[in-house]
């Protein structure tokens, strides 16, 4: 409440500097969220989109509107700005741009919560596909797990024996490997198992307890996307949806 109020005070009221005003706008919205006020978060909201008005890239714009929008557990009214601004969210970038990229993410996962699959698998194949090798590895490493879970909701069976080959190397030659992509990886082999060392009525009970366990020692790897709470939704056959907004 603090912070809020020391940026209507000292940044967002007759600011003239663009650029900070933004970001002010952008911080003071998301606040409100958090502090659940909604009528505040709009109308910070609202300030931002007038300041972007003729701007090309709006992509702080973009991702303020849908945090706000998930911070409310209003996952329709999320993708629905993405639906409305699908275009703008799908152009192509002359250079890396690091907010557009967490807003692909964003985009992914509001879409997954949504049920809408193949437009989940849209925007985190365009995430991986204009993330350059060397820029935001944490996130990359997580998107590549990301769209096996992805792949697991289409049922793409053919497939998924590929993307978990391809993700383990990445994960390899990167030496990245966190203790919750491993247990992902185990659950995925273990379903591609002829003899299972897991009977398939215990495998999401299983992921999701091993899940659970990982998240109080490692709760950054949950942070774009809670595997857990996916995994808890599948074994209790319920919506994710249901789950991640409880």
Partial sequence: ?????????CEVKGNENTSILRNALANAAVISAQLKNAESAFEYLSQLEVCFIGSENQWLLRSTALTVFLLQKNNAAAYAYITEHKEDLTRSESEFDIRASHVLFQCA???FIQEEFKESERFIQRFLQSTPS????HLQCIAQVFNLIVQ???????YIPYALRNVQRFLI???KAFEGEKKIFQFI???LKKRKSI????????????????????????????????AKARASKTS???VVFE
């Fill in 199 to 230: 009977e398939d009525k215990e495998l999401w009970g299983w992921l999701e307890n091993e899940l659970l366990a990982v998240k109080k020692t490692d709760p950054l790897f949950f942070t774009y996307f809670d595997f857990h709470k996916w």
């Fill in 1 to 9: 409440t603090e912070l809020l109020e020391l940026l209507k005070t």
């Fill in 152 to 158: 697991i909701e289409l049922n793409n069976e053919r």
């Fill in 240 to 242: 994710f949806a249901s």
């Fill in 134 to 137: 060397n820029e935001l590895l």
């Fill in 173 to 175: 030659t990167r030496n």
């Fill in 189 to 191: 082999n273990e379903t």
């Fill in 109 to 111: 996962v509001v879409c």
